[in-house]
């Protein structure tokens, strides 16, 4: 069994668990002024298997919301809980190797740019310590699901911003992870490259199995792919809803916008 077909077997086997919760999580940034609340109490649930969506406006705190989930930011308080393990309380040592179960891709792609594509999605597996003819195997592996095997010589600057966003999906896919982390993914791209790579994303979730997280602000990447959303105001969660449901339900809160605007069209604009 290959690799990524292994990864499938084990997610369908766990069926509708909780892949990741956040339990009263907070995070301030010290100011000259004081303490800005960025994320402010915020608890989250995510399903396995689900395409989740952040969504609100800029300064909502999206981002470090979703760098929380991986302790890239540490939490002033509350829990973070992966795949029943809770990151908050492990030492750093088991924390790195749990974060290698989550992989993570960034609106500017964030590769390395002087080795070539096939070393960025290596390096992931080296500091994992998978040996030399395995790592081979694996990056083969993952730029053949991303459709960009041909590119494997090549160097970052020689692709356009679609292949680079493949090759870092590649990259977060190299360590077969159970959780994707994806912050604005496509936010630096024409509105064709955005299908492309919210059609890779969905085929990581749909034959791979793999939880994809996306915070955007574009309605679009909502519309397109999440299962489920939750949409974020001044560092809280203030509407959460499956799309999955069929039903519209208009939302009892002010911030309905959202709601009304996804669940409103529920079913259609699927890319
Ligand atoms: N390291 C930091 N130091 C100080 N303030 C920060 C830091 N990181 C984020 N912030 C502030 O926290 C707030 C939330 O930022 P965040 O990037 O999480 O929001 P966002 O919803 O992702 O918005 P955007 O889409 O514009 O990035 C912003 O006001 C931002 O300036």
Redesign the pocket.
């Known amino acids: 069994m290959s690799h990524l077909m292994e990864v499938h077997y084990i997610r369908e086997r766990k069926g509708e668990l909780l892949i990741l919760s956040l339990s009263r999580v907070s995070k301030g940034?010290?100011?000259k002024e004081g303490i800005?609340q960025?994320?402010d109490e915020v608890s989250l649930e995510v399903k396995q298997g689900s395409i989740h969506g952040i969504i609100?406006?800029?300064?909502?705190?999206?981002?470090?919301?979703?760098?929380l989930m991986n302790l890239l930011?540490q939490p002033d308080q509350g829990t973070v809980t992966v795949d029943g393990h809770n990151l908050t309380e492990m030492p750093s040592k088991a924390l790195r190797k749990a974060r290698q179960k989550i992989g993570m891709i960034f609106q500017q792609f964030n590769l390395v740019y002087n080795v070539t594509v096939e070393r960025n999605v290596s390096i992931p597996l080296e500091l994992a310590d998978v040996p030399k003819h395995e790592r081979m195997k694996r990056v083969k592996e993952c730029l053949d699901f991303v459709g960009l095997a041909d590119k494997a010589k090549q160097y970052p600057a020689q692709l356009s911003g679609g292949q680079r966003q493949r090759v870092a999906i590649a990259r977060a896919l190299a360590n077969s992870p159970g959780i994707l982390l994806c912050?604005?993914p496509t936010?630096s791209l024409d509105p064709g490259t955005t299908t492309d790579i919210l059609n890779v994303l969905k085929h990581v979730n749909s034959s791979l199995g793999v939880t994809v997280v996306i915070?955007t602000?574009e309605m679009d990447v909502v519309k397109g792919i999440c299962t489920h959303v939750s949409v974020?105001e001044k560092?809280r969660i203030v509407d959460s809803f499956s799309r999955e449901d069929g039903e519209f339900r208009p939302a009892a809160a002010s911030t309905g916008t959202y709601r009304d605007q996804i669940l409103g069209k529920a079913g259609e604009d699927h890319v």
């Open positions: 940034f010290k100011l800005y960025a994320v609100g406006e800029s300064g909502a705190g999206k981002s470090t919301l979703l760098r930011e912050d604005e936010s915070v602000h974020m560092g």
